[in-house]
């Protein structure tokens, strides 16, 4: 299967932990919302045998979980039920020739698993959809969270939007590109590894990150830009920076990094570790016009 179902209950989604627990409560009152919109959902928890999920025997059970849902027959696409950390353990344990002969299995979610997404682009040119997860208390049924199930329940092509605002000179709108990015501090770590792009050029990027204050994350920004990655970048849109600290303002790092950044930087409240965290897709065609930021994905 593929994902190009237009019955969603044709749609086939493998719900699994690849980092770190879902919220006590909140995860099987979501997978009921899921299953209610009329998809079929198969949930499989971390074996709590296996102990501390970071631990060797941890990283195992979760490589395993990872596998079977990738390998697994049926599924449309993998759900992460929240994320956390542990992702980048994953990374360098995965048969990377062997998933070269499946079939892309976008994996939706967002924070630590920008990771997991950021190998499958780059490896393998999978898509994948930054969205929100069942087992976070920010999966409340607001219109984010309506936008996903419709996403997943009508299978692609898919196509959505963000309103953005330019926080810097340069062309506001008109501008095109592939969509890639995620959690800033997640993507920053791999830099250098196989599991990001060499290059970027040509496509438009997007970040967000939670918990970081902003010297950290002008400090992760210095990397991308001192290891030319944002060579050929038509745009950065900037989401949601929360929980910084109280020394800098969010609007005030947003500014800080335009004026550092060569192409036009933007902001958008729509997406983060917040409500709303409308879906974008890695790997879509968008543009910016008329203050939205719009994408497709075949």
């Known amino acids: 299967m593929n994902g190009q179902c237009g019955d969603g209950g044709d749609i086939r989604i493998r719900v699994l932990e690849p980092c770190g627990p879902p919220e ?5 009152q979501n997978l009921a919302v899921l299953r209610a919109a009329g998809l079929v959902v198969d949930y499989q928890p971390y074996d709590v045998d296996a102990g501390e999920r970071l631990g060797t025997s941890g990283v195992a059970a979760r490589l395993r979980q990872l596998r079977e849902g990738l390998a697994g027959d049926g599924y449309d696409y993998l759900l992460a039920a929240r994320g956390g950390y542990g992702a980048s353990d994953l990374l360098g344990r995965l048969d990377w020739d062997k998933l070269k002969r499946l079939s892309p299995r976008p994996l ?24 929100p997860m069942p087992g976070s208390p920010l999966w409340n049924g607001g219109p984010d969270i309506e936008q996903l199930l419709a996403l997943l329940v009508s299978g692609r092509p898919w196509s959505g939007s963000i309103s953005v605002q330019p926080l810097a000179k340069g062309p506001a709108e ?5 969509l890639y990015g995620g959690c800033l501090s997640v993507l920053t770590n791999l830099i250098g590894t196989p599991y990001m792009p060499g ?3 040509g496509h438009l990027l997007f970040f967000e990150d ?4 902003a010297a950290r994350l002008l400090r992760a920004w210095n990397q991308w830009l001192d290891c030319d ?12 920076f929360t929980q910084m600290g109280a020394e800098q303002s969010e609007s005030w790092l947003g500014h800080e990094i335009a004026e550092r ?3 036009p930087v933007y902001y958008s409240p729509d997406f983060g570790h917040v409500t709303p965290n409308y879906p974008l897709a890695l790997g879509a065609a968008a ?9 497709s994905l075949d």
Do not use: M
């Open 108 to 131: 939706v979610g967002f924070s630590d698993l920008s990771a997991l997404q950021s190998a499958f682009y780059t490896r393998l040119g999978w898509p994948a959809l930054h969205a």
């Open 174 to 178: 008109g501008i095109t590109g592939t």
């Open 199 to 201: 290059s970027l050029a």
């Open 210 to 213: 939670t918990n970081e204050a």
């Open 261 to 263: 950044t060569g192409c």
């Open 24 to 28: 006590d409560g909140v995860l099987e």
């Open 229 to 240: 990655l944002l060579a050929g970048v038509t745009a950065v849109v900037l989401g949601r």
């Open 287 to 295: 543009r910016i016009v008329s203050g939205k930021l719009q994408w």
